[in-house]
């Protein structure tokens, strides 16, 4: 199924200044595909250019629709995209419920604004926020009403601008559950911009990472989490993002019992229905690798893979790049030393021992 016609595809390109851009990209039709990369590098100019707002030389696709190319250019309130700025662009004069009817007036014909409403609104945690006004709101209060605003108006895209920078951390702390709820109910796509990794372990699942106006890779977060040559997996507390379901749990040892492409995970937590997909954190620093299964050790969580890559980080480490036998992707972080004793190469089967797994989020997303 091609990108055109089930997604996004993008070529843009086109000089600003001194600044020169030319990037090619596609985005599946759920989930949420990131922007990353330093401030300056064309993140804002490319979601501008999808949203309309500003014009560059190339050819965009969204659901098989043509919204630019050589003859053809949509203007922004034909695109159907709905854009969350840095800043929450709410009406002062107007409560939280007046900001969110203005998005709702913009619903169109044949919905059911009622149901639509009440469900942002619990999503969202606004309840006892509808009679407030604006300047009321802390800072994740104001943004998750631009969030729900945004999308009372039924968009066929959304697009994040950075929509957590202007946020401290307690903020931050405190929208990002929201967006990890939101984020597996959306049914359209999403394209959030940012340069904060971690936001990116907790809310992608494809990431574009950017350079100087140059894609310089592309893939699943998996993929990209793990891959050496790319800016993630070269920083101190790199780490993965696998997605996992909950099969059970034993009670005796409060442990959440994980199915992980037909491997067993065990990971301390409570009780969740079985079948809830888990999005699953593993620091690079905690994967240790052995030639054969390991007998009598305290480590719960073995995994078989392949090395696919291995590059240098540092004088003493190495990053190593691993797949999983169902297709996902781990990172490893070993000393040279290690990989000399145990003479490892691209392409050997390995076992991949996870010493620390954590929750990235309440559930997996897209």
Not at 193 to 215: F, I, M, S
């Amino acid at each position: 199924m091609s990108a055109t016609r089930k997604g996004i595809e993008a070529r843009l390109s086109g000089r600003l200044g001194g600044f020169s851009l030319d990037v090619a990209f596609t985005a599946p039709a759920r989930g949420i595909t990131a922007l990353f990369g330093p401030s300056g590098c064309g993140k804002t100019t490319i979601l501008r250019s999808v949203a309309g707002l500003q014009r560059l030389s190339g050819r965009l696709v969204v659901e098989g629709e043509v919204w630019q190319d050589e003859q053809r250019f949509l203007p922004p309130h034909r695109r159907g995209a709905a854009y969350v700025f840095q800043e929450p662009s709410l009406f002062p004069h107007l409560d939280v419920r007046g900001n969110l009817d203005f998005g709702r007036r913009r619903l169109a014909s044949g919905t059911q604004p009622t149901a639509r409403f009440e469900e942002l609104v619990a999503l969202l945690g606004l309840e006892r926020l509808l009679a407030r006004r604006p300047q009321a709101l802390s800072g994740g209060e104001r943004q998750r009403v631009s969030l729900a605003r945004a999308l009372l108006a039924e968009p066929r895209l959304l697009l994040m601008d950075e929509p957590l920078s202007a946020l401290d951390q307690d903020a931050k702390d405190e929208i990002l559950p929201y967006l990890e709820t939101l984020h597996a109910r959306l049914s359209i796509p999403a394209i959030l911009v940012t340069h904060d990794r971690a936001e990116v372990e907790r809310l992608a699942d494809r990431v574009v990472v950017l350079e100087a106006g140059r894609v310089v890779g592309a893939g699943s977060i998996a993929e990209v989490l793990a891959d050496p040559a790319l800016p993630f997996a070269a920083r101190q507390g790199a780490a993965s993002v696998l997605r996992a379901s909950v099969v059970g749990h034993e009670d005796a040892d409060d442990l959440a019992v994980l199915d992980l492409g037909g491997h067993r995970l065990l990971i301390a937590g409570p009780e969740r229905p079985p079948g809830t997909p888990l999005r699953l954190r593993v620091r690079a620093a905690d994967v240790s690798l052995a030639l054969a299964a390991p007998q009598n050790t305290t480590i719960l969580n073995v995994l078989p893979a392949t090395i696919r890559r291995i590059l240098p980080v540092g004088p003493a480490e190495l990053d190593v790049s691993l797949e999983l036998r169902d297709g996902q992707f781990l990172a490893a972080r070993i000393t040279r030393r290690s990989a000399r004793l145990l003479e490892l190469s691209e392409g050997q089967t390995v076992q991949a021992q996870m010493k620390g797994v954590s929750l990235s989020g309440a559930v997996a997303g897209g």
